[in-house]
């Protein structure tokens, strides 16, 4: 349904949700879900995940730091 302005001339309106780009942040959210599953398969097992271990600081807490900005940036 195509909305009239003041001047008389049809508006074409936008729709509220692009699928284009949701389907484009889906599909980078979901590769790098992928990416995160990967990293966490094999460096838990080469690195392992005691916290206490000065490798944690090194592999995980800087890869939850970078998960986590990548994330918001993503959702927004």
């Keep these: 349904m195509a909305a009239t302005t003041a001047g008389g001339v049809e508006a074409k309106e936008q729709p509220l949700l692009n699928v284009k780009w949701l389907t484009f ?4 959210y979901t590769v ?5 599953r990967w990293y966490e398969g094999v460096y838990g ?4 995940l005691d ?3 000065p490798e ?3 592999y995980w ?3 939850l730091y ?3 900005v ?3 940036v993503t959702a927004s």
């Design 25 to 28: 942040a889906f599909m980078l």
């Design 66 to 68: 970078t998960e986590i």
């Design 70 to 72: 990548l994330e918001v």
């Design 32 to 36: 790098f879900y992928f990416w995160v």
């Design 51 to 53: 916290s206490f271990a």
């Design 61 to 63: 807490m800087n890869f």
């Design 45 to 48: 097992w080469s690195a392992g």
């Design 56 to 58: 944690f600081e090194t």
